[in-house]
C-alpha cells in the first residue's frame, strides 16, 4: 500500500525558512516523480511543484506564484522529498500536501497516492 | 496561462445524477483528471486520463471530456459523496499543473 506522511510544519514568522518532508513507506519511492501542494484555508487546491525521478533527469518544476522562492529536493535512499519553503509571508499559510506523479505515456501528469498534510501558520 | 472554471456548488437528492463540469480552452486535447476532496482529508483521485478510474473508486463515478468541458457524472448519488471536486490538466505550454476552482457537491 503506498502511503506518504509529510512532517515539518508548524508556526514560523515571515521571512523565516522551513524544510518539509514527504517520505514513502509503501513503494519504490526512486522510481517516481514527486509533487508538492498546497490548500490555505476554505481555499481550493494549488500545485506548487514537482522533483522528477533520477530515470527522468531529476529535474524540477515549479508554480509562477513561488519559483525562486520555494526549491524541492530529494533523498532516494532516505526515501524522502523536501520543500524548502524561504522568505515565508503570511499568504504562504496553508496545509501543504505532497503526492505521487503518475507521468503518462504522452507526458502528461496526475496524482495518484496523497499524504494527509501538514500545515504551516504564517505569522507574527 | 490555461485556466479551468468550475461551477461552485452542485446539489443534487440521493440516488439521483450529479455532473460536475470543468470548463477550458480546448480542453478536449488534454487529459483531464478529477479528485475528491471530503472535510478535513487529502484528496484521491477518482477518474484520470478523462474516463478511467482506479481500482477503488466505484463504477457510479464516469468522465467524459470534448471540446471545451470535461464533466464528472457521478449516478446513484449517496451522502457520502458529499466533497469537494477538482478537475486538473497538466499545461505542456507552460509547465505548469492547473486545478480547477473545485465544485462543492451537496447532497439534499
Known amino acids: 500500500e503506498v502511503q506518504l506522511v509529510e512532517s515539518g510544519g508548524g508556526l514560523v514568522l515571515p521571512g523565516r525558512s522551513l524544510r518539509l518532508s514527504c517520505k514513502d513507506f509503501g513503494f519504490i519511492f526512486g522510481d517516481y516523480t514527486i509533487s508538492w501542494f498546497r490548500q490555505a484555508p476554505r481555499k481550493g487546491l494549488e500545485w506548487v511543484g514537482f522533483i522528477r525521478s533520477k530515470a527522468h533527469g531529476g529535474t524540477t518544476e515549479y508554480a509562477a506564484s513561488v519559483k525562486g522562492r520555494f526549491t524541492i529536493s530529494r533523498d532516494d535512499s532516505k526515501s524522502t522529498a523536501y520543500l524548502h519553503l524561504n522568505s515565508l509571508q503570511t499568504e504562504d499559510t496553508a496545509v501543504y500536501y505532497c503526492?505521487?506523479?503518475?507521468?503518462?505515456?504522452?507526458?502528461?501528469?496526475?496524482?495518484?497516492?496523497w499524504g494527509q498534510g501538514t500545515l504551516v501558520t504564517v505569522s507574527s | 496561462s490555461y485556466v479551468l472554471t468550475q461551477s461552485p456548488s452542485v446539489s443534487v437528492a440521493p440516488r439521483q445524477t450529479a455532473r460536475i463540469t470543468c470548463g477550458g480552452n480546448?480542453?478536449?486535447?488534454?487529459?483531464v483528471h478529477w479528485y475528491q476532496q471530503k472535510p478535513g482529508q487529502a484528496p484521491v483521485l477518482v477518474v484520470y486520463?478523462?474516463?478511467d478510474r482506479p481500482s477503488d473508486t466505484p463504477e457510479r463515478f464516469s468522465g467524459s471530456n470534448s471540446g471545451n468541458t470535461a464533466t464528472l457524472t457521478i449516478r446513484r448519488v449517496e451522502a457520502g459523496d458529499e466533497a469537494d471536486y477538482y478537475c486538473?490538466?497538466?499545461?505542456?505550454?507552460?509547465?505548469?499543473?492547473?486545478f480547477g476552482g473545485g465544485t462543492k457537491l451537496t447532497v439534499l
Open positions: 503526492a505521487r506523479v503518475v507521468t503518462t505515456i504522452v507526458v502528461e501528469y496526475y496524482f495518484d497516492s
Open positions: 480546448n480542453v478536449g486535447s488534454k487529459s
Open positions: 486538473q490538466v497538466w499545461d505542456g505550454s507552460s509547465d505548469q499543473v492547473v
Open positions: 486520463d478523462d474516463r
